[in-house]
């Protein structure tokens, strides 16, 4: 539920609670649940869960809790909905609460190509806030009120590599990736819980 100050400051609410409209799934339907007023992965194939609407700069708020070695990701930007690894930019969301150092696919990343400057995610069970930024060609993770990501997009031009000289798995750069689409959430092994998803436009 939006708060009447984030009423007043535009805000929406990509999920009412109660159930999945304005989402749909890539896979099997009963992947996906409405489970005490979050999103549940229920590990029954569900591969995707999308918005129907698609959204180019805006803020994105979303909680999620998983369980012991979930893999996950939010994808924002999706643009082909048979391709989301090479049409969207991936946020991770893994269960690697204490690992150091941070890699380009721990928790808050910007899955193999930006890894978070400093690993905050809390431990298994415990709810994660998060807040993803998509501001023209750059993309911010704030991840428990601490900013871990800052990607400028323009500077990955060339397919398969990072600005560091290392190697992604994307068949194009990150430069020309979509910068529309839709708000994917991840079925990749282990539960995983998302509530209080809201957006904002810029």
């Known amino acids: 539920m939006l708060s009447e100050s984030e009423k007043a400051e535009s805000w929406i609410s990509l999920f009412d609670g109660t159930t999945l409209n304005g989402w749909r799934a890539t896979g099997e339907t009963k992947g996906w649940m409405v489970d005490d007023g979050s999103i549940?992965?229920?590990?029954?194939?569900?591969?995707?869960?999308?918005?129907?609407?698609?959204f180019d700069d805006f803020i994105?708020?979303?909680?999620?809790?998983?369980?012991?070695?979930?893999?996950?990701?939010?994808?924002?930007?999706?643009?082909?909905?048979?391709?989301?690894?090479?049409?969207?930019?991936?946020?991770?969301?893994?269960?690697?609460?204490?690992?150091t150092p941070t890699g380009t696919h721990d928790c808050g990343a910007v899955y193999d190509a930006l890894a978070p400057t400093r690993n905050v995610c809390k431990p298994t069970g415990e709810w994660n806030h998060t807040v993803i930024t998509c501001d023209k060609n750059i993309i911010t993770v704030e991840m428990n009120d601490e900013k871990i990501v800052e990607a400028d997009l323009d500077l990955w031009t060339t397919p398969g590599m990072n600005p560091d000289g290392t190697k992604n798995k994307f068949r194009d750069s990150l430069k020309d990736m979509p910068r529309c689409g839709h708000i994917g959430l991840q079925d990749h092994g282990g539960k995983i819980w998302f509530r209080n998803i809201k957006l904002k436009r810029l």
Request: hydrophobic share 35%.
């Open 60 to 99: 994105l708020a979303i909680d999620f809790k998983i369980t012991p070695r979930t893999n996950s990701g939010i994808f924002v930007r999706w643009g082909d909905l048979n391709d989301a690894v090479h049409t969207g930019i991936e946020i991770q969301i893994l269960d690697t609460h204490g690992k």
């Open 40 to 54: 549940l992965c229920t590990l029954q194939g569900g591969k995707y869960l999308y918005t129907l609407e698609q």
